[in-house]
């Protein structure tokens, strides 16, 4: 028996995968930049299902947001670990995990537009990353927290249409303070951030969230995607929520710069556990 998961910073999913038998969970988002080993292994013992079945796993393939070094891999693995005892424990990037959800058989650049963004260029054996991702913080162009972050930003200056205003300060109760504490102090802020994204898909057809979304994809594409020299010869896949729920503006956005879309998949994990039969 064996477990295959995908993890975000918002949500993890895992299939727990016996010959012909599947069972899917899901867990909050395990992301070593915020999480440590403890963490990790109170999340994991806290699902039924995966409790149910730990005795039983032999392997385990976790990929994950964050595991981008050997270190921060480590933390991933030494929790799963302390649980998943019998278990073989491979940890990879969740950037590896867009590739293999998202082959078809052909050179590609494969994309990751969820609570962050990352891409990856694939040639079918090896992988390489032109430009690193830098986080919510520096960098994350496209994801949900970027567009959460500019939302925010222009409520608190001011600078939101105010029907778009009235109706975000009703919804989420929202004030100076409490946004602060929530993005400077408290943990999680990427995902925090992240969570604006129902109300960006809801007001979608205002001005002002098409003229967002048009600029953070152009954003992504100018430093994420044409970084690749192959960039308009081969087939751009996404993987994530933001780019499934806003596919007719990631194709105006590839369009405008002559791009070819590939897949979009909003959950690799499908993917993921067809590779690891």
């Keep these: 028996m064996k477990i295959i998961a995908d993890s975000g910073s918002t949500k993890c999913d895992w299939a727990i995968v016996n010959e012909q038998v599947r069972v899917d969970t899901s867990t909050m988002g395990l992301n070593p930049f915020f999480h440590d080993e403890s963490i990790i292994y109170d999340t994991v013992k806290s699902d039924v299902e995966l409790s149910k079945h730990c005795a039983d796993i032999k392997e385990v393939f976790f990929y994950g947001a964050g595991c981008s070094s050997d270190k921060l891999k480590s933390v991933v693995k030494v929790g799963l670990q302390s649980f998943f005892k019998n278990a073989e424990i491979t940890v990879g990037h969740d950037a ?12 590609c650049v494969s994309c ?5 963004s990352n891409s ?4 079918g054996k090896d992988t390489r990353e032109e430009i690193p991702a830098l986080g919510y913080i520096m960098g994350d162009e496209g994801s949900g927290s970027y567009f959460g972050k500019q939302l925010l930003k222009d409520f608190l200056y001011r600078d939101l249409p105010n029907n778009l205003a009235s109706e975000l300060q009703e919804q989420y109760k929202l004030d100076k303070k409490a946004i602060l504490a ?4 408290e943990p999680n802020a990427n995902v925090y951030l992240a969570s604006f994204m129902p109300f960006l898909n809801q007001n979608n057809k205002t001005d002002y969230v ?16 044409l970084c690749y020299k192959e960039a308009h010869e081969v087939p751009i896949h996404y993987v994530g929520s933001v780019a499934f729920y806003f596919k007719d503006e990631l194709q105006k956005a590839m369009d405008l710069l002559d791009l070819k879309m590939g897949n979009i998949v909003q959950k690799p994990i499908d993917g993921l556990a067809r590779y690891h039969e």
């Design 210 to 225: 098409q003229e967002l979304i048009a600029r953070g994809f152009n954003d992504f594409l100018k430093r994420h995607v």
């Design 120 to 123: 990856i260029y694939f040639d």
């Design 112 to 116: 990751i537009l969820g609570t962050g």
């Design 182 to 185: 929530r993005v400077l102090t």
């Design 96 to 107: 590896m995990s867009s590739v293999l959800a998202t082959y078809t058989g052909e050179p």
